[in-house]
């Protein structure tokens, strides 16, 4: 079963009439990931963005994307925010900018919580301690007293994270959400993103050009260049069998890249045994 149907989305800026997406369709099953990938400027972060009425407005967004059989982009602003607030969340690739640098993070996720789920405060307070327990963070009552500008760009992106899941959303689209972690926590929280989905049931649409993190994530994906879908398909069957030279280029570029990281990693074990 469908729970997001994009049709035909059409992306065009107005001033020049530069079209930055076009003609893009994919679908987004319930309890799926859906890996969207491509190289800078391809258009995955735009298409996401389009669907969520977050795009400029010299933006213009034409096409279908249904939501649980509503019309995103024929809906009222009002709408779409509540829709964005409870039903479907974005972790933005900007970690840095998604909190206000006036108020601590406690204090925003729980405003969040009770704005949007109807939470009693204590009750969002709770919650939003155990969410970054559950990103991994070390002492998240202490976490929550602090400012944005008191945390680092990795550390905002995994709050960022915990308050995305703490929603429990029918969707949570992830812009590049591991960019800023190191490989550690990168695995960490793909896992996390795993237990998410199988304990909830929450869809989740992953953007990134991190091919080995999608392949672990992701069952279904989408190839874009250029602002267009070169491919789309079952991962597994991308990964094996990919029909489209980008495609092909993109899987090529990630093997040579990890086989280079193994062979130094043997050669740096075999160093050490001489020693």
């Given at each position: 079963m469908s729970l997001l149907e994009v049709k035909n989305l059409f992306i065009e800026d107005i001033r020049n009439n530069e079209a930055i997406v076009s003609d893009v369709s994919f679908e987004l099953k319930c309890n799926t990931c859906l890996g969207i990938v491509g190289e800078s400027g391809s258009g995955k972060s735009m298409t996401t963005k389009a669907i969520l009425g977050l795009t400029n407005p010299w933006l213009k967004v034409t096409g279908s994307a249904k939501f649980k059989d509503i019309e995103l982009?024929?809906?009222?602003?009002?709408?779409?925010?509540?829709?964005?607030?409870?039903?479907?969340?974005?972790?933005?690739?900007?970690?840095?900018?998604?909190?206000?640098?006036?108020?601590?993070?406690?204090y925003q996720m729980i405003e969040?919580?009770?704005?949007?789920?109807?939470?009693?405060?204590?009750?969002?307070?709770?919650?939003?301690?155990?969410?970054?327990?559950?990103?991994?963070?070390?002492?998240?009552?202490?976490?929550?007293r602090k400012y944005p500008h008191q945390l680092s760009g990795g550390m905002l992106q995994r709050c960022m994270i915990a308050l995305a899941m703490a929603m429990k959303p029918d969707i949570i689209i992830a812009?590049?959400?591991?960019?800023?972690?190191?490989?550690?926590?990168?695995?960490?929280?793909?896992?996390?993103?795993?237990?998410?989905?199988?304990?909830?049931?929450?869809?989740?649409?992953?953007?990134?050009?991190?091919?080995?993190v999608v392949q672990h994530l992701a069952q279904d994906i989408l190839v874009m260049k250029n602002g267009k879908?070169?491919?789309?398909?079952?991962?597994?069957?991308?990964?094996?069998?990919?029909?489209?030279?980008?495609?092909?280029?993109?899987?090529?570029?990630?093997?040579?890249?990890?086989?280079?990281?193994?062979?130094?990693m043997i050669l740096e074990d075999e160093v050490c045994c001489c020693k």
């Open positions: 982009l024929k809906e009222n602003s009002d709408t779409i925010r509540k829709i964005r607030g409870k039903n479907i969340c974005m972790i933005l690739q900007d970690a840095m900018s998604a909190f206000d640098p006036l108020y601590t993070i406690g969040t919580l009770c704005e949007n789920i109807n939470l009693p405060k204590k009750e969002a307070e709770k919650i939003s301690i155990e969410a970054l327990e559950k990103m991994y963070i070390n002492e998240p009552k202490q976490v929550i812009d590049e959400p591991t960019t800023a972690l190191d490989s550690i926590n990168q695995r960490e929280v793909v896992e996390e993103f795993k237990r998410l989905k199988e304990m909830t049931g929450t869809s989740v649409i992953f953007i990134s050009h991190d091919l080995g879908c070169v491919e789309c398909g079952k991962a597994s069957e991308v990964f094996k069998n990919p029909k489209h030279e980008y495609t092909k280029y993109l899987i090529d570029t990630r093997l040579r890249f990890t086989d280079s990281f193994r062979k130094s």
